[in-house]
């Protein structure tokens, strides 16, 4: 890339023949200097720009591919604490399925024993009964037969 000091140090060759004017030729080279000294630092400031930008880009994009293995990590430990605590769920539910079924099947147990202890008392209770009320007709028997006498 030609630099604005090659510009300013061109020189040409005069012809005395149908030659250029050399003043017009050096006050145009003078513009074109001064235009190409803003382009090239210009270009050179835009240059610049450009690299940090890129490594802005680079910096961000690392952060990004940081910040998607993290959300990539952050989804996989949440599908595994959902997994174990619904792991957890059922083994409670199972737990306290057969819990509650031991309890009624205790319970129903119990009541059996119970029924069959109050159907011993009701029995107990019909033989005193009976006994009790033979007692009481032979003793009704046995005054009868003593005011018979």
């Known amino acids: 890339m030609i630099t604005p000091l090659d510009i300013e140090n061109k020189k ?18 003078d513009e074109v200097l001064i235009d190409y000294e803003k382009n090239y630092k210009l270009a050179t400031e835009l240059s610049k720009k450009v690299e940090e ?12 591919s940081t910040l ?3 959300l990539v990590m952050a989804q996989t430990t949440a599908e595994e604490v959902k997994n174990v605590a619904k792991q957890q769920a059922d083994q409670i539910l ?9 309890a ?20 107990q209770f019909d033989i005193y009964k009976a006994k009790m009320e033979s007692l009481l007709i032979s003793q009704l028997e046995l005054l009868k037969s003593c005011n018979d006498d």
């Open 94 to 102: 199972l737990e306290a399925r057969s819990s509650a079924q031991r």
């Open 53 to 64: 930008l890129t490594n802005s880009l680079e910096h961000y994009k690392t952060i990004e």
């Open 104 to 123: 009624a099947s205790d319970l129903t147990q119990e009541v059996r024993m119970k029924q069959m202890a109050l159907d011993d008392v009701k029995k």
């Open 12 to 29: 040409f060759s005069k012809q005395v023949m149908h030659g250029y004017n050399v003043d017009e030729v050096d006050e145009f080279l």
């Open 68 to 70: 998607q293995n993290t």
